[in-house]
């Protein structure tokens, strides 16, 4: 069993996903030249990354990516969407990611399950939780057949799931604080120490949350099979 992984650039990493997955992982970077495949191999992970999901130009690899997460969606291969790799999914399949108009969620912020994830075998155990949030852009509209799984304050769109295997995240449940640290001092973020400090205060709190998301995921790729 092995886990495709698509990583868009260096400081947006598998992060905690390396620890936690317990399955191989065949990690592919289509910014240092790596081509996007055509299909995963057991599942599927698409991680963030600062462009937006229609920046074709800037990032070239972005519609050999988005055909690659329809493909997985339509064939049921395992597949977890992560900030940019929702996104990307979100457009493949059908809806609709924009400029959020309420601006920059950042930084630790809590995102709640609704009715639906209690039955989820990815989300069902999460409830209210915290999570590292850096994005601008947002999924406004849900592709066709979706099921809303979590939601927060600030952007109601959190997670969802598309047809039998699929997930897609708004947050970063693979980020560590020193991958959350990079992007704040990179970006030059406003109160970027005090962020920091906050997410690293919350470490245990995180992997708590999203450890066992990552384990049901690795579960899902091994008792799977694409049809």
Known sequence: ????????????????????????????????????PDRAAD????????????????????????DLLARAVSDGTPTLAICLGAQLMTMACGGVVER???????????VT??????????????GAAVA???????????PEGAVPLMTG???PHQAYRLGSAAWAVQ????ATPDIFAAWATG?????????IARVRSAEDKLAAAWRPVAEAFAAVVRTSRPT
């Open 187 to 195: 970006s030059g973020l406003a109160s970027g120490e005090e962020h």
């Open 43 to 66: 599942g599927l992970i698409v991680l963030g990354g600062e462009p937006a999901a229609w920046e074709d130009d800037r990032c070239p690899w972005l519609p050999a990516t988005r």
């Open 153 to 155: 304050p600030l952007y």
């Open 1 to 36: 069993m092995r886990i495709t992984v698509i990583e868009h650039e260096a400081d947006a990493g598998p992060g905690f996903l390396d620890g936690w997955l317990g399955v191989p992982c065949d990690v592919v970077r289509p910014y240092l030249g790596d081509p996007v």
């Open 113 to 126: 399950a609704l009715p639906e994830a209690a039955s989820d075998r990815l989300l069902s155990g999460v």
């Open 132 to 142: 590292i949030q850096y994005h601008r852009d947002v999924m406004s509209r849900l």
């Open 171 to 174: 947050f970063h449940p693979e």
């Open 100 to 110: 959020g108009g309420e601006g920059l969620e950042v930084g630790l912020c809590e």
